[in-house]
């Protein structure tokens, strides 16, 4: 299990190392605005039909192959910009190929490393394995953007992605030595234990999964909104909007694994709930005008809320899937979070100027109660103990 997380952490970095010092490379290169945004827009654009197509993949070929794979996108992406093929300030063709490869990575990655949970440990401390693995990525979000604008204000880009390559290679060496399969569900790694090869490129699904997936994609309408909007609103107020970020994702990391031991032991459905809660509270906190300590207390109720809502829908996920489709489970968990972020950021952007951010935030609130409403009716939730997957 520890192995399996820092291969993710690890692997991670392929993509979160960049997520800061690629636009402010392009900005030193006299790249436009708009060919910036563009560029790292890219990825989320491809990770949605890579989300779909990971799915089947992993349900045929096994979560250990398909971290491998993701991992092997990320390290191409890094040896285009070490060798100079891609450069801020080169061919185009080249820069895109790169964000390509680190989104198809990113949509893979997360995806196949759950699926390979299940058969590390047993249903009692299932959710606890699951938030730690996941956790890891967390971890790599938080620490890699830093650490890579200290690289590239030291050196270069194409050292900072030296420096990625070195850590993609170590998730890498890890994920080979990661088991095929065992644990308590028995094999789950081998290809002929996986879906027919006729549905190769095409994700499982069961209705059993459509309550929860649909709970995720309004519950994060919300933070489509804030990453998309608040910061321009809370700088036009002279508030520091970076804080919320960092309370958001140390308020996460902290709470995640007690969420998830308490899962384990009071089950999904009260801690769902309350996190669709503290999250709404949050978000009212938004609607006030920004101060700076608005924006902790803000953050710290997003992070929180998200805290207590992963850990349990993961489980259910995982509960409501079996070695024959889980890779499909996760990877439209993926997709989930993907859609609900557009939804609260490019579905607004049209009259976002006229609506303002108030109305955007109060149409999230208004999401959050259709997620607790979704989870209301969603009887699987209510159950405490593991049950056998169903379709």
Do not use: K
């Not at 490869?101 to 009692?124: D, E, F, H, I, R």
């Amino acid at each position: 299990m520890l192995r399996l997380a820092i291969a993710l952490f690890l692997a991670q970095t392929g993509f979160h190392a960049y997520v800061a010092s690629l636009p402010l490379a392009l900005l030193a290169a006299d790249r436009s605005d708009a060919l910036i945004g563009a560029l790292m827009g890219a990825a989320a654009v491809v990770q949605i039909p890579a989300g779909f197509l990971a799915g089947g993949l992993i349900d045929r070929f096994g979560g250990r192959a398909i971290f491998l794979a993701s991992a092997a996108a990320f390290l191409l992406a890094a040896l285009l910009l070490v060798s100079g093929l891609a450069a801020p300030g080169g061919a185009l063709p080249a820069l895109v190929a790169v964000r390509l490869l680190q989104g198809v990575g990113l949509a893979a990655c997360m995806p196949a490393a759950l699926s390979l949970v299940p058969g590390l440990v047993g249903p009692a401390r299932l959710a606890t394995g699951l938030s730690l693995v996941a956790l890891a990525g967390n971890v790599s979000l938080a620490v890699s953007p830093p650490v890579s604008l200290a690289i590239l204000g030291a050196g270069s880009l194409q050292l900072v992605s030296t420096v990625v390559l070195a850590t993609v290679a170590g998730s890498l060496g890890l994920g080979w030595t990661l088991e095929r399969g065992g644990g308590p569900e028995g094999p789950t790694g081998r290809p002929e234990a996986r879906r027919p090869r006729g549905r190769l490129l095409r994700p499982a699904w069961r209705p059993s999964w459509g309550p929860i997936l649909l709970a995720m994609v309004l519950y994060l309408v919300h933070w489509g909104v804030v990453t998309g909007y608040l910061p321009q609103r809370a700088a036009a107020a002279g508030a520091d909007v970076g804080l919320l970020f960092t309370a958001d994702a140390l308020s996460l990391v902290v709470l995640r694994l007690p969420a998830a031991w308490l899962t384990d032991r009071l089950g999904s459905h009260g801690l769902i709930l309350a996190g669709f809660a503290v999250t709404i509270g949050a978000l009212v906190v938004l609607l006030l005008p920004p101060t700076t300590p608005l924006m902790i207390l803000a953050g710290l109720g997003t992070g929180s809320g998200a805290a207590l809502v992963l850990p349990p829908v993961t489980l259910e996920l995982s509960r409501r899937s079996d070695a024959s489709d889980r890779g499909s489970a996760f990877a439209l968990y993926s997709v989930a979070f993907a859609v609900g972020i557009a939804l609260g950021s490019e579905a607004f952007a049209p009259f976002i100027d006229t609506v303002g951010f108030d109305v955007a935030a109060s149409i999230g609130i208004a999401a959050l109660v259709a997620a607790i409403a979704t989870a209301l009716v969603d009887r699987r939730l209510w159950a405490r103990r593991p049950a056998p997957a169903t379709a």
